[in-house]
């Protein structure tokens, strides 16, 4: 039985750097290093924009209520949301990464890549149409299409069940503590992941 690798995509696939972000579009309000992580955390750590990656919300709208909440430009807020996909660029060493573990999937046999990722339906479609290394997996869901975000149990059972994963025989990797122990809770392997060099020798330990 093959070993199912899942990622997620923000900050272990692609690049997520939500201060530098913030600091673009709002250079007065995000002026300081502290004052960029305040901003970015009261922008994307609220549940409108969880909304937003659930999928219940749409672009202009979140764009709306965070500027509205926040008493930002809301054209600037609606810059920064339109802008975001465009910030999410590969992150070289884990495309590289990817790009054995395929090579051995082809040749071997003994392993199968999925993702799952919180991920608003635009950005998805961004990312679906820009990048084409992303039909290199056998499959996965973004919550957006799913109206189910992590580290809800909803989505880890909904992956595991439409591609019928063994949980003994599944590790999720994730950049965020909270969704690597929702996975665990779930019964699988899971790595939180710091770089790909990390992580390589940590996956290597599971699918030899």
Same mark, same amino acid.
């Given at each position: /039985?093959? /070993?199912?690798?899942?990622?997620?995509?923000? $900050?272990?696939?692609?690049?997520?750097?939500?201060?530098? !972000?913030?600091?673009? /579009?709002?250079?007065?309000?995000?002026?300081?290093?502290?004052? $960029?992580?305040?901003?970015?955390?009261?922008?994307?750590? =609220?549940?409108?924009?969880?909304?937003?990656?659930?999928? *219940?919300? @749409?672009? +202009? @709208?979140?764009?709306?209520? *965070?500027?509205?909440?926040?008493?930002?430009?809301?054209?600037? /807020?609606?810059?920064?949301?339109?802008?975001?996909?465009?910030?999410?660029?590969? !992150?070289? +060493?884990?495309?590289? &990464?990817?790009?054995?573990?395929?090579?051995?999937?082809? @040749?071997?046999?003994?392993?199968? #890549?999925?993702?799952?990722?919180?991920?608003?339906?635009?950005?998805?479609?961004?990312?679906?149409?820009? =990048? @084409?290394? #992303?039909?290199?997996?056998?499959?996965?869901?973004?919550?957006?299409?799913?109206?189910?975000?992590?580290?809800?149990?909803?989505?880890?059972? &909904?992956?595991?069940?439409?591609?019928?994963?063994?949980?003994?025989?599944?590790?999720?990797?994730?950049?965020?503590?909270?969704?690597?122990?929702?996975?665990? $809770?779930?019964?699988?392997?899971?790595?939180?992941?710091?770089?790909?060099?990390?992580?390589?020798?940590?996956?290597?330990?599971?699918?030899?």
């Amino acid at each position: /039985m093959p /070993m199912n690798i899942v990622f997620d995509f923000g $900050a272990v696939v692609f690049s997520w750097r939500p201060d530098e !972000i913030v600091r673009a /579009m709002f250079p007065q309000q995000a002026a300081t290093t502290a004052a $960029a992580r305040k901003l970015a955390g009261d922008i994307f750590h =609220h549940g409108d924009w969880h909304d937003f990656d659930r999928g *219940t919300i @749409a672009q +202009d @709208a979140v764009a709306e209520r *965070t500027a509205r909440r926040l008493g930002l430009p809301q054209p600037a /807020m609606q810059g920064l949301v339109a802008a975001i996909p465009h910030h999410l660029t590969p !992150i070289q +060493d884990t495309v590289d &990464l990817l790009t054995r573990l395929r090579e051995r999937r082809d @040749a071997r046999g003994d392993i199968r #890549l999925y993702y799952l990722s919180n991920m608003p339906a635009p950005y998805a479609r961004f990312l679906e149409q820009r =990048h @084409a290394f #992303l039909q290199w997996f056998d499959g996965g869901i973004f919550s957006a299409d799913v109206q189910s975000i992590k580290p809800q149990p909803d989505i880890f059972r &909904l992956l595991e069940a439409r591609y019928t994963l063994a949980p003994q025989r599944t590790v999720f990797i994730d950049d965020l503590p909270a969704n690597v122990e929702a996975a665990r $809770a779930h019964g699988w392997h899971a790595i939180h992941f710091v770089s790909a060099t990390q992580l390589e020798p940590l996956l290597a330990s599971h699918i030899i």
